[in-house]
T-cell receptor
Framework: NAGVMQNPRHLVRRRGQEARLRCSPM?????VYWYRQLPEEGLKFMVY????????ESGMPKERFSAEFPKEGPSILRIQQVVRGDSAAYFC?????????????FGPGTRLTVL | LAKTTQPISMDSYEGQEVNITCSHN???????ITWYQQFPSQGPRFIIQ???TKVTNEVASLFIPADRKSSTLSLPRVSLSDTAVYYC?????????????FGRGTSLIVHP
């Protein structure tokens, strides 16, 4: 049973380009969370999705950032026109029911570097 | 959401028992307490979860007093590989609506 998979593991972009981060949840999990972690800081919640629905995007910047979790395929976090401040580690996690008693299973993260 | 407070960092030595306390004064009746561990360059990993009294698994113990306004994660006989950041989370079981808040966690450094 494969764990949460994220790709790419490392992504380098120049300012103004687009970054597309992928997350495949654990089998049977329909709840996906995206987090951002800056160096020496904790995880900051960005967005929570269920299949085909955004449940809560209160932690995601209103501009340039978007997320989706289609019926088929991985969840995508998309950052348009990246800036240096977007450089961070982006983690996704999945859980079966989206409750606090569920264990969140995290992927290995995508480290985005904006030059 | 109940806010949590934990020490920013702790130091210990191999073989010692480490106790990390988390304060959550405004914890709600339905809230559970969950701890995660994060190694450098990895995603967090679930350690233990509890509601009241004491919970123990193969990795750690979780002590929760009767008023539930705090909790203590206990790591027995730590080794160098226990060096990590430990996060305390508090939240209710609302299905499909739980947003985990990780905060900055406690950075534990285990010395030889």
């Amino acid at each position: 049973n494969a764990g949460v998979m994220q790709n790419p593991r490392h992504l380098v972009r120049r300012r103004g380009q687009e970054a597309r981060l992928r997350c495949s949840p654990m089998k049977g999990h329909s709840h996906v969370y995206w987090y951002r972690q800056l160096p020496e800081e904790g995880l900051k919640f960005m967005v929570y999705l269920q299949k085909e629905n955004i449940i809560d995007e209160s932690g995601m910047p209103k501009e340039r950032f978007s997320a989706e979790f289609p019926k088929e395929g991985p969840s995508i976090l998309r950052i348009q026109q990246v800036v240096r401040g977007d450089s961070a580690a982006y983690f996704c996690a999945s859980s079966p029911r989206g409750t606090s008693t569920d264990t969140q299973y995290f992927g290995p993260g995508t480290r985005l570097t904006v030059l | 959401l109940a806010k949590t407070t934990q020490p920013i960092s702790m130091d210990s030595y191999e073989g010692q028992e480490v106790n990390i306390t988390c304060s959550h004064n405004n914890i709600a009746t339905n809230d559970y307490i969950t701890w995660y561990q994060q190694f450098p360059s990895q995603g967090p990993r679930f350690i233990i979860q509890g509601y009241k009294t004491k919970v123990t698994n193969e990795v750690a113990s979780l002590f929760i007093p009767a008023d539930r306004k705090s909790s203590t994660l206990s790591l027995p006989r730590v080794s160098l590989s226990d060096t990590a950041v430990y996060y305390c989370l508090v939240g209710g079981p609302g299905a499909g609506s739980y947003i985990p808040t990780f905060g900055r966690g406690t950075s534990l450094i285990v010395h030889p």
